[in-house]
């Protein structure tokens, strides 16, 4: 099956800092890429969906000025967190589409301190 | 705005017992998919369902889609300690559009 990688694994960061996740779709090119963010035990809540070459499409109550979200090419999606807080602490989560199936990366484990 | 909803949360079972998960639209579905996530891992991928009364069996795996393609689920027959995770179910439109993810229920099988 298609492979998407994302960059790094875990991350800790001071508050105030910003922290970019990279995510690679490896083995086909992903128009469409989704980010997502898992709060422990819960389910997976869509952020934006990224599509290559034009402005990411964030989702209600997702900060566009926090979450930038930057589609570069077929195959590369990176999401910064900038100014981070202790609430963004989260595991964070892309996935690339091809056709109706969603490959997901393996996920950032995010903690601000 | 649509919803998928999932139920039961938690389930704990007995080796060897069965298991079934249920999900349920507010709107009609083009597809849904479902998706295991181990404790620790990120989702992947099941099956995804996209015909009216579908049923599919992944060995001990069975999926089925409503007639309404608004609900779903999922058995699994004689459960094993490998079975353990949480197991979501999302509901797609067009291809390429976000899924749409219930909040998942967790299998916890004890031998």
């Known amino acids: 099956g298609a492979v998407v990688s994302q960059h790094p694994s875990r991350v800790i960061c001071k508050s105030g800092t910003s922290v970019k996740i990279e995510c690679r779709s490896l083995?086909?090119?992903?128009?469409?890429m989704f980010w997502y963010r898992q709060f422990p035990k819960k389910s997976l809540m869509l952020m934006a969906t990224?599509?290559?070459?034009?402005?990411?499409?964030?989702e209600q109550g997702v900060e566009k000025d926090k979450f930038l979200i930057n589609h570069a090419s077929l195959t590369l999606s990176t999401l910064t967190v900038t100014s981070a807080h202790p609430e963004d602490s989260s595991f964070y989560i892309c996935s690339a589409s091809q056709g109706y199936e969603q490959y997901f990366g393996p996920g950032t484990r995010l903690t601000v301190t | 705005g649509q919803q998928v909803m999932q139920i039961p949360q938690y389930q704990h079972v007995q080796e060897g017992e069965d298991f079934t998960t249920y999900c349920n639209s507010s709107?009609?579905?083009?597809?849904i998919q479902w998706y295991k996530q181990r404790p620790g891992g990120h989702p992947v991928f099941l099956i995804q369902l996209v015909k009216s009364g579908e049923v599919k069996k992944q060995k001990r795996l069975t999926f089925q889609f409503g007639e309404a393609k608004k609900n779903s689920s999922l058995h699994i027959t004689a459960t094993q300690t490998t079975d353990v995770g949480t197991y979501f179910c999302?509901?797609?439109?067009?291809?390429?559009?976000?899924?749409?993810f219930g909040k998942g229920t967790t299998l916890s099988v004890s031998s």
């Open positions: 083995d086909f090119q992903a128009t469409t």
């Open positions: 990224s599509n290559e070459g034009s402005k990411a499409t964030y």
């Open positions: 709107t009609t579905l083009s597809n």
């Open positions: 999302a509901g797609g439109n067009q291809a390429g559009t976000a899924l749409i």
